[in-house]
T-cell receptor, first 111, second 113 residues
């Protein structure tokens, strides 16, 4: 079945790069997404990558996709305190309109 | 363009009651999806509506139902509430075309006592 897994916590020093990893099981996924959730808020789409791409860069965000290993990562350069949030990896699954989310990675920033 | 709005933002109900939550999508978005978010189970897909028809459904009991109106606004209903239904219910809208970017509302926090 469809499943998306992430580590639960990540702590980085302010100014360093953060790398959040995700693995998924559905090889038919066409799109993979990264969402950000701040306390008390809904989810905000950060970026997405099409399954035939290896990498996508968008300002401080870099997404890497290893389709063979079904591994997705999100790199945040120059991590700031405002980046503290829960980051969700998601895939479009067998039905493009049904999005399957991982459990989320809580990113905390150390001064 | 206004974002996705959900009403009410907070709700307290008693076991056995029923509840209706509302979601207004971004103008022009015809797809509305609902998710339940809990600390233990994370984000779970409830259902998706497109043009007033349920197009996808997650693994939830029949107590959870929804509908979509001709203006794309959607409601979800939970009957015979249980303590375990306490959660943040999120609604997301999209254009229903690739890459299926979903835009989320702030959620409705439901507490069942």
């Amino acid at each position: 079945g469809e499943d998306v897994e992430q580590s639960l916590f990540l702590s980085v020093r302010e100014g360093d790069s953060s790398v959040i990893n995700c693995t998924y099981t559905d090889s038919s996924s066409t799109y993979l997404y990264w969402y950000k959730q701040e306390p008390g808020a809904g989810l905000q789409l950060l970026t997405y990558i099409f399954s035939n791409m290896d990498m996508k860069q968008d300002q401080r965000l870099t997404v890497l996709l290893n389709k063979k290993d079904k591994h997705l990562s999100l790199r945040i350069a120059d991590t700031q305190t405002g980046d503290s949030a829960i980051y969700f990896c998601a895939e479009s699954g067998s039905s493009a309109s049904k999005i399957i989310f991982g459990s989320g990675t809580r990113l905390s920033i150390r001064p | 363009k206004a974002g996705v709005t959900q009403t009410p933002r907070y709700l307290i109900k008693t076991r056995g009651q029923q509840v209706t939550l509302s979601c207004s999508p971004i103008s022009g978005h015809r797809s509305v999806s609902w998710y339940q978010q809990t600390p233990g189970q994370g984000l779970q897909f409830l259902f998706e509506y497109f043009s007033e028809t349920q197009r996808n459904k997650g693994n939830f009991p029949g107590r959870f139902s929804g509908r979509q109106f001709s203006n794309s606004r959607s409601e979800m209903n939970v009957s015979t509430l249980e303590l375990g239904d306490s959660a943040l219910y999120l609604c997301a809208s999209s254009l229903a075309q690739r890459p299926y970017e979903q835009y989320f509302g702030p959620g409705t926090r439901l507490t069942v006592t």
